[in-house]
């Protein structure tokens, strides 16, 4: 009972805290691990325990279906390049690097356990870094490379990690069994993620309640997962796949109140479960100082030397692959918006690599023994060198992310921003304009209903591109906007009156609250639109 206090605590305090970081100028993740790191100080606060085999499943699945909803296959194929050199080349360059430092450091140290330590803390969390990203201000293609990363990486960091601790449980290992699994992990991933949002689609088509297409999408991430990782495929491979299949193909145009359902269902579920993962990070911080006991000051040097490896190596990559991203730009012709073209946006992302509930989930992973009863070597050392990059690069970095894009003057373009907003609704004004035109022709609608909703269609195409018209139209025009100003709040004002009467009938004896309720979800919704 006392855990699930403390989990709908560490709930509460997620949803308190986003308005809270709002109000203070502080990234949300961030005030979650520090606020775990209070509770898990108070004396009265329970011991969490999770079994760490199930922190990933839990945690990762909803959190990267929820974030590839926001994103295409085709912006993954265009950042093809980005993934390479970011989500696979860097992870694959930051472990053999952080598993050289612990081996110099710690010859005792078997160099497996050694690339173990490097592939749990070399994948920047998505999460974390979309989060910190977003309350700076960063501009939309830096949030673009940091989210296509963060849920990239973990698909090479999670096999490297499986192989170096099975070398290390087992004694065995072999590089060509490594690199076939690295590659059957990523088939497999791909087949199971387009096989199971197929049959996803298939089955959301034919449920016509938003609600059960909503439930059933809960569920798909998780299947996708699970499935995908108990064959030996990469799970967030999987659900990444699943979900852009879903998003891409099996989600119409017309399928209006399952993306309102939806979009709603998965903000408040991705609010609580990476408030619940932040906050677990900061509680977890507790329980490894108290498993470490007296002797982890003797390992402050040793993390700390980790954490200049990790910090540093970003920054050594990240530098020198964006000059030479520009330059084969220039060499071939093209211009990728999503490389980054200077060093100011190199600068802000090294500094928003932050690693999160991954680095976490894969630490306390770490079996005890081998399979010949042996402990793992030095795994209280690993688990707190682990903790120890990620509660730096959280805090440390994501409490100071604001004060590097301020002295580097690197916002959000909100003129770009809303100028393409403004083209967008253009096209999609003009797209009304043709089907009416269309529907004029081949049906008998009245003159004055057609009128009517052309000049509706017309009064949008001003809203988006005033410049296209002559002072006395734009006049006109706003003269007309002031008139549906006052019409839409006069309306207003009456279904608020149809709604409060709907709360009266309610409550009145032999009322069907059922009943009620319908009537009252439709005046919401003509009060959404």
């Known amino acids: 009972m006392a855990q699930l206090i403390l989990l709908f605590t560490v709930f509460l305090c997620a949803i308190v805290t986003t308005p809270l970081a709002e109000r203070i100028h502080l990234p949300q993740p961030v005030l979650m691990t520090l606020l775990g790191i209070v509770l898990a100080l108070l004396p009265f606060v329970p011991n969490v325990h999770i079994e760490p085999d199930l922190i990933l499943p839990l945690v990762l699945p909803p959190l990267i279906y929820a974030s590839a909803q926001r994103s295409t296959a085709r912006y993954y194929l265009q950042n093809a390049r980005v993934i390479l050199l970011l989500a696979v080349a860097l992870v694959l360059v930051t ?3 952080v598993a050289g430092a612990m081996h110099w450091i710690t010859p005792a140290l078997p160099v497996a356990a050694a690339v173990a330590l490097g592939a749990m803390i070399s ?7 979309g989060a910190v990203a977003q309350s700076v201000g960063l501009p939309r293609r830096l949030l673009g490379i940091l989210e296509t990363e963060g849920l990239f990486n973990d698909v090479t960091a999670l096999v490297v990690y499986a192989l170096a601790v099975d070398a290390v449980v087992t004694g065995q290992f072999s590089t060509l069994h490594a690199a076939l699994r690295l590659l059957l992990s990523a088939v497999l991933a791909l087949v199971f993620g387009v096989g199971i949002g197929w049959l996803s689609g298939k089955v959301i088509a034919m449920l016509s309640d938003a609600t059960l297409q909503v439930g059933l999408s809960l569920l798909v991430p998780f299947a996708a997962y699970v499935l995908a990782d108990q064959l030996h495929g990469s799970g967030v491979l999987a659900v990444l796949v699943c979900a852009l299949w879903i998003n891409d193909r099996a989600v119409g145009a017309d399928d209006v109140s399952f993306r309102l359902v939806g979009s709603a269902f998965w903000d408040v579920v991705e609010l609580l479960i990476s408030g619940m993962a932040f906050g677990l990070i900061g509680l977890e911080w507790s329980s490894v100082l108290h498993e470490v006991g007296s002797s982890w000051p003797s390992m402050i040097g040793d993390a700390a030397l980790v954490i200049v490896v990790v910090v540093g190596v970003r920054f050594l990559w990240l530098l020198p692959g964006s000059w030479f991203a520009a330059w084969l730009d220039r060499r071939l012709g093209r211009r990728e918006d999503v490389t980054p073209l200077g060093w100011r946006e190199s600068v802000v992302l090294w500094w928003a690599g932050m690693r999160g509930v991954a680095s976490v989930a894969l630490a306390l992973a770490i079996p005890f023994t081998g399979h010949d009863g042996k402990p793992f070597p030095l795994r209280y050392e690993i688990v707190f060198i682990a903790f120890s990059v990620v509660i730096f690069t959280l805090v440390v970095q ?22 393409e907003e403004r083209r967008l609704w253009y096209r999609a004004s003009r797209a009304g304009l043709v089907r009416l035109k269309e529907m004029a022709t081949h049906e008998e609608l009245p003159d004055e209903l057609v009128d009517r909703l052309k000049q509706r269609q017309v009064d949008r ?5 005033p410049d296209i018209y002559d002072e006395q139209q734009r006049e006109e025009w706003k003269q007309r906007v002031r008139a549906f100003k006052t019409l839409r709040r006069v309306e207003s004002e009456m279904l608020a009156a149809s709604r409060e009467e709907m709360q009266v009938a309610r409550m009145e004896p032999g009322a069907d609250p059922e009943l009620v309720d319908r009537v ?3 005046l919401d919704l003509r009060s959404e639109r």
């Open 520 to 522: 009252i979800r439709q």
């Open 398 to 419: 994501g409490l100071t992310l604001p004060l590097v894009v301020r002295w580097l003057h690197l916002g959000r373009d909100e003129d770009a921003e809303d100028h």
């Open 123 to 129: 994948p920047p969390d998505p999460i974390a870094a």
């Open 95 to 97: 472990t053999a690097a």
């Open 461 to 465: 195409l001003a809203r988006s591109r």
